[in-house]
Nanobody, 126 residues
Framework: HVQLQASGGGFVQAGGSLRLSCVGSGRTFSDYCMGWFRQTPGKEREFVAAISRPGTITYYSDSVKRRFGISRNNAQNTVYLQMNSLKPEDTAVYYC???????????????????WGPGTQVTVSS
C-alpha cells in the first residue's frame, strides 16, 4: 500500500498563504485518488479538497472554495494544497489521504479513504 508524508504546515498571519505537500511512496501514485482533510481538537475530521487520479476532477468544501487549490504531480508522487487568504478558522492539523480508484472519480468523505499520512499543523493568527 502507499505511504504518505505531508509537510509544509506552519504559522502564518491571517491573509497569508501556505502550500502543503504530500508525498506518496511504495506504490504507483497515479493509481490513487487523493484528498486533504483537517481536524481541530474536539471536532470531527473535516473534508477540505479532493482530486482524481489524473487531476482533472477536483472538489472543495464550501469553507475553502475559491481560497484553496488542490493539484498533483504524478511524476513526483506528490499532491499539493495551496492555501491562500488564510483565516484563523483554518487553523487545524491537515491530513492527506489516498485510496485506489477508477479514473473519473474523486471522494469527499473520510470513510472513503484507506490510507492516511501523519498530519501537519497549520496555525493562522488573527
Amino acid at each position: 500500500h502507499v505511504q504518505l508524508q505531508a509537510s509544509g504546515g506552519g504559522f502564518v498571519q491571517a491573509g497569508g498563504s501556505l502550500r502543503l505537500s504530500c508525498v506518496g511512496s511504495g506504490r504507483t501514485f497515479s493509481d490513487y485518488c487523493m484528498g486533504w482533510f483537517r481536524q481541530t481538537p474536539g471536532k470531527e475530521r473535516e473534508f477540505v479538497a479532493a482530486i482524481s487520479r489524473p487531476g482533472t476532477i477536483t472538489y472543495y468544501s464550501d469553507s475553502v472554495k475559491r481560497r484553496f487549490g488542490i493539484s498533483r504531480n504524478n511524476a513526483q508522487n506528490t499532491v499539493y494544497l495551496q492555501m491562500n487568504s488564510l483565516k484563523p478558522e483554518d487553523t487545524a492539523v491537515y491530513y492527506c489521504a489516498a485510496r485506489t480508484c477508477v479514473t473519473g472519480t474523486a471522494y469527499r468523505h473520510d470513510h472513503d479513504y484507506n490510507y492516511w499520512g501523519p498530519g501537519t499543523q497549520v496555525t493562522v493568527s488573527s
